[in-house]
């Protein structure tokens, strides 16, 4: 099966590319990414309009309610079969994303010897470590985690941190990433296009842009109405950039400013992560934008 795959850092014009490549190849869109599954979460996560899902067919989007757990291997099994469909229908799927880990395990079969890790969460669990103790650790580990938590000592919090950021990122237990890492094999016949920003700066001025326009589009009023759904509790959905930074401006503990400007500084954080996740992935094509 013969599938392409757009990838590029947030506000490289990937779904725009999409579209176009999806018109000429007859395809269908399959999102790559991790928060535009959810229901409700539209502006801050720069889901396709309803005019762009009306042109050209749009997977895995709007699947799930912000209350809803969801792992990359959950998506790896929704996205094959999403394209296996396509494909039966003559279509070419077309794979757009910004979420390296979710794209790089699906056309590759194989998880990555590191995750994308999220710094603030490994900060959080030792700065828990520190306050509650190893053990109280290590005892968040044996929850999510049993079989990773009676290979590792309580006292090697290092490990045990390890092993916590894989089952939150994958959604998987140590031992099954691990396994998949060492014998997972290619699932499509892929053609790899990546927009590479032609520097930086021009990036991270398009990136702040962008996010003015989403609070002139109604982002603070959208995440306001999450929250009253329960979007900081849930286990996935409360952690999306875009939406996270508001928090603390509606506890009082910031003004509006400071939470834009810290939208605009974790996103750019984010495309240089993106940058370097999809540094490491196999590219037929390189466009510079």
Avoid at 46 to 65: F, G, N, R, S, Y
């Amino acid at each position: 099966m013969k599938v392409f795959v757009v990838i590029g850092p947030t506000a490289s014009g990937k779904s725009r590319y999409a579209l176009s490549l999806a018109k000429e190849l007859d395809g269908e869109i399959i999102s790559g990414d991790s928060m535009q599954i959810y229901r409700g979460m539209d502006i801050g996560t720069a889901k396709p309009t309803a005019e762009q899902q009306k042109a050209v067919p749009h997977h895995l989007i709007d699947i799930a309610d912000i209350t809803e757990p969801f792992s990359a291997a959950r998506y790896v099994a929704l996205a094959r079969e999403a394209a296996e469909d396509i494909a039966s229908r003559g279509k070419t799927p077309i794979i757009v994303g910004g979420t390296g880990m979710y794209i790089d395990m699906l056309v590759s079969g194989t998880v990555l010897p590191e995750t994308e890790t999220d710094g603030e969460y490994r900060r959080g669990l030792y700065e828990y470590a520190e306050k509650n103790g190893a053990a109280a650790l290590h005892a968040l580990l044996a929850a999510s985690d049993p079989e990773a938590a009676a290979s590792i000592h309580p006292n090697n919090i290092k490990r045990v941190v390890r092993a916590l950021e894989i089952n939150r990122e994958t959604g998987m237990s140590k031992s099954r990433y691990e396994a998949l890492g060492a014998n997972g094999a290619p699932a499509f016949d892929t053609h790899t296009v990546m927009l590479m920003p032609a520097e930086r700066a021009g990036l991270y001025a398009r990136i702040d842009a962008r996010v003015d326009e989403m609070m002139e589009a109604g982002l603070l009023s959208e995440v306001e109405s999450l929250c009253e759904k329960g979007l900081r509790e849930t286990p996935t959905a409360s952690q999306a950039i875009g939406y996270k930074e508001f928090y603390p401006y509606f506890d009082g503990e910031i003004s509006l400013e400071e939470a834009v400007e810290t939208v605009k500084r974790n996103t750019r954080r984010y495309a240089k992560r993106q940058l370097t996740w999809f540094a490491r992935m196999r590219k037929d094509e390189i466009t510079e934008v």
